[in-house]
Nanobody
Framework: VQLVESGGGLVQPGGSLRLSCAAS????????MGWYRQAPGKGRELVAQ???????NYADSVKGRFTISRDNAENSLYLHMNSLKPEDTAVYYC????????????????WGQGTQVTVSS
């Protein structure tokens, strides 16, 4: 399974960005899809996650500003980020839990390569 992320970049405080993540390869079904981030000198943290069936959860720091969405037909994940702050600066990673085939009941976790988001004036 390969994950390709896009949409990062440099934006001024208060601006918006949309991150995209496309999953491809041996995919029978996807259970969870989420965005994590890692700022310099800090650990990786969950930003937002969506579970098959539609439930979502967000880090308190992004609630009301970020929106996660998924396109099941395209195996794609998005993160709409509004009202960006300098503290949102980080490398953002896509993570998915994939069941690779109908004969294998296990789900496996995959990570994207990361995309840099920099919020600065």
């Amino acid at each position: 399974v390969q994950l390709v992320e896009s949409g990062g970049g440099l934006v001024q405080p208060g601006g918006s960005l949309r991150l995209s993540c496309a999953a491809s390869g041996s995919i029978f079904s996807i259970w969870n899809m989420g965005w994590y981030r890692q700022a310099p000198g800090k650990g990786r943290e969950l930003v937002a996650q969506t579970i098959s069936g539609g439930s979502t959860n967000y880090a308190d720091s992004v609630k009301g500003r970020f929106t996660i969405s998924r396109d099941n037909a395209e195996n794609s994940l998005y993160l709409h980020m509004n009202s960006l702050k300098p503290e949102d600066t980080a490398v953002y990673y896509c993570n998915v839990g994939v069941r690779p085939s109908s004969t294998n009941n296990r789900f496996y976790s995959y990570w994207g390569q990361g995309t840099q988001v920099t919020v600065s004036s």
